[in-house]
C-alpha cells in the first residue's frame, strides 16, 4: 500500500471508475482544472482539488464545469441517472443543499419507490462538511442528519483516506443515489491506501479501537478525534471501544448493540446540529434497543443548538473536541 492523502484517494477513486465505466461522469461548479492550459482550463479541480487532471483525461463532455445554480446541475444529474448514466455530482458545501433540495428531497430519493423498482438512480452527490476553517455559518455546517432523515437517501461519511477510496467506489457503483460527505478539515490526512480499486461495503461499521470499558460512536473527522481521546483515556486505565459508523443511511445498528452489550456504557460524538441529530438517533436506539445493557446514561458530544460562529476562538468552543470526549467518557464510567 502506498501513502496518500484523503484527496488523492478521491481523486483516485474517480480515476478508476471513470476508466472502469463510460456511464461515470462529473458534474458541478469549478471541477475541471490541472491540465496545464491556460485560464479555465487551468481550474483548481473543485475548490479542494479533488478532482484535478481529471479534464485532461475524460474530456469535457464527462468533466462537465457548470455555472453557479446547484438545482439545475443537481438536477440534470438526477435525470442522467434515471436514464442510465452513473453521474458524481459536486455541491461545493453541504450547506448550498437548501439551493437543489428538492432534487434530492422529491426526485432523486423516491424515483425508484413510486416506479415500482422500474427506475433507479445512481447518482453520487459528493459534498463538505464540517468547521474548523473559519468559514463562517453558511460553509461551516455538518447536515448528515438532514440527508439521513429522507428515506432512499444513502449518506456516507469516511474518516480516513483508505476508507473514503473503498466507499467512493462503493458509492458510485451502488444503483441508490448517495450523499457522501467529506469533511474539510480531512484533505490533506494521510494514510495508507491500496493502489488497486476496491469497496467498502456500504452501512457496515469499522472498530478503530477495542476496549471493554465504554463504547464510543463517530463519524467523519469525530473519530479521529475519538481515537485520539481514546489512546489517552487508556493511559489512565479507561478502555474505549470506538466505533467508525461510516454510513449514517444504511446504518450498522448491530455493531453498536453488540458492542454496548458488552461496555454498558455509551459516549456518542457528532458535529452536528444536536436537536432530531445523529447522536441523538444513535441515543434512541441504545435506548429503545439496548436498555437492559445501559448501565449509566448515554452521554452525547454536540456542538450547542446554535449558529457556528465565525470568530476564530467561538469556533473553537464550538466544535467538539478531544477535551469533551474524555470528559464524557468519564462520566459514563463515574
Not at 474517480?14 to 492550459?37: N, Q, W, Y
Not at 444536536?274 to 454536540?302: E, H, M, N, W, Y
Request: charged share 20%.
Amino acid at each position: 500500500m502506498t501513502q496518500k492523502t484523503f484527496r488523492q484517494a478521491l481523486n483516485e477513486a474517480l480515476h478508476e471508475e471513470m476508466s472502469r465505466d463510460e456511464t461515470v461522469f462529473m458534474i458541478g461548479e469549478d471541477i475541471a482544472g490541472g491540465t496545464g492550459g491556460d485560464g479555465e482550463e487551468d481550474a483548481w479541480g473543485g475548490v479542494m482539488g479533488v478532482t484535478k487532471g481529471l479534464l485532461g483525461k475524460f474530456g469535457a463532455n464527462r468533466v462537465i464545469d457548470t455555472p453557479i445554480s446547484e438545482m439545475s446541475y443537481i438536477g440534470a444529474a438526477v435525470g442522467a441517472a434515471a436514464t442510465g448514466m452513473r453521474p458524481v455530482a459536486e455541491l461545493m458545501f453541504c450547506d448550498f443543499v437548501g439551493c437543489c433540495f428538492d432534487q434530492l428531497l422529491n426526485q432523486a430519493a423516491k424515483l425508484r419507490y413510486m416506479l415500482g423498482g422500474q427506475a433507479k438512480v445512481p447518482l453520487v452527490v459528493r459534498t463538505q462538511c464540517g468547521g474548523g476553517f473559519n468559514a463562517a455559518a453558511q460553509h461551516s455546517q455538518t447536515l448528515h442528519a438532514l440527508f439521513t432523515h429522507v428515506p432512499g437517501l444513502k449518506v456516507v461519511m469516511p474518516s480516513n483516506p483508505r476508507d473514503a477510496k473503498g466507499l467512493l467506489i462503493e458509492a458510485i457503483r451502488d444503483d441508490d443515489p448517495v450523499i457522501f460527505l467529506e469533511h474539510k478539515f480531512m484533505y490533506d490526512d494521510k494514510g495508507d491506501v491500496p493502489d488497486e480499486p476496491y469497496t467498502i461495503p456500504l452501512g457496515i461499521a469499522n472498530y478503530t479501537r477495542d476496549g471493554e470499558d465504554v463504547t464510543v460512536c463517530a463519524l467523519g473527522r469525530m473519530v479521529n478525534l475519538c481515537n485520539e481521546a481514546a489512546d489517552e483515556l487508556a493511559k489512565k486505565g479507561i478502555n474505549c471501544t470506538v466505533i467508525d459508523l461510516r454510513c449514517t443511511s444504511p446504518l450498522d445498528e448491530e455493531a453498536v448493540l453488540e458492542s454496548l452489550e458488552e461496555t454498558g456504557r455509551l459516549v456518542v460524538v457528532d458535529e452536528g446540529y444536536p436537536r432530531c441529530g445523529f447522536a441523538a438517533d444513535i441515543a434512541s436506539l441504545a435506548a429503545r434497543s439496548g436498555f437492559a445493557f445501559l448501565k449509566a446514561p448515554v452521554q452525547l458530544v454536540t456542538p450547542p443548538h446554535s449558529t457556528i460562529p465565525f470568530a476564530p476562538v467561538l469556533e473553537e468552543l464550538y466544535i467538539p473536541d478531544v477535551a469533551r470526549i474524555k470528559k464524557a467518557v468519564m462520566a459514563a464510567v463515574a
